[in-house]
T-cell receptor, first 114, second 116 residues
């Protein structure tokens, strides 16, 4: 069984700060790790996908790193903006499980105030 | 841009009613999933499908049923809704390439179901 933990559960910061969101998982035998954004009452928007053979992925102000051996991933958000306010979810797909099935953390609820 | 759609977005319905939540994707993905999410909690897999005529139950026990008659369509049905079914239901799909890691998941906007 794969368990995913995200720290912190909530984060409130002023605009412009650089942020670090953490994700850890118990089974390092993964295909990939995916970071999502969820706005209140909405579905999930994929932000970054890191394959198990990769160390990091970047998209704009977002950078995600993966340390598979230690079961950790970090999402960096540079120069945060109020529009970044949302819940950020980390999910992993596990080898030996249903192909494509994802195991989710509970998320980090981010608030960026002006 | 993900092309996966769920209807309705919001549904309030009385106990005992039969409901069907719709999910459609235009990406030609073989794999489709239904997840259930309660506020502040993880998403839990309740159903998945590898392709047409293939459906399986997920990790979280659910009284709902699903069907996969067409690749693009994966509806979820509750025969008799109860207040305990109140939750958000999220549909997802991913590319069906067996043996590779190309399994980026795309999600719909979700259906928020309230059973009164």
């Amino acid at each position: 069984k794969q368990e995913v933990t995200q720290i912190p559960a909530a984060l409130s910061v002023p605009e412009g700060e650089n942020l670090v969101l953490n994700c850890s998982f118990t089974d390092s035998a993964i295909y990939n790790l995916q970071w999502f954004r969820q706005d209140p009452g909405k579905g999930l928007t994929s932000l970054l996908l890191i394959q198990s053979s990769q160390r990091e992925q970047t998209s704009g102000r977002l950078n995600a790193s993966l340390d598979k051996s230690s079961g950790r991933s970090t999402l960096y958000i540079a120069a945060s903006q109020p529009g970044d306010s949302a819940t950020y979810l980390c999910a992993v797909s596990r080898r030996g499980s249903t192909l494509g099935r994802l195991y989710f953390g509970r998320g980090t609820q981010l608030t960026v105030w002006p | 841009e993900a092309d996966i759609y769920q209807t309705p977005r919001y549904l309030v319905i009385g106990t005992g009613k039969k409901i069907t939540l719709e999910c459609s994707q235009t990406m030609g993905h073989d794999k489709m999933y239904w997840y259930q999410q309660d506020p502040g909690m993880e998403l839990h897999l309740i159903h998945y499908s590898y392709g047409v005529n293939s459906t399986e139950k997920g990790d979280l026990s659910s009284e709902s049923t699903v069907s996969r008659i067409r690749t693009e369509h994966f509806p979820l049905t509750l025969e008799s809704a109860r207040p305990s079914h109140t939750s958000q239901y999220l549909c997802a799909s991913s590319e069906g390439v067996t043996g590779t890691a190309n399994t980026e998941a795309f999600f719909g906007q979700g259906t928020r179901l309230t059973v009164v």
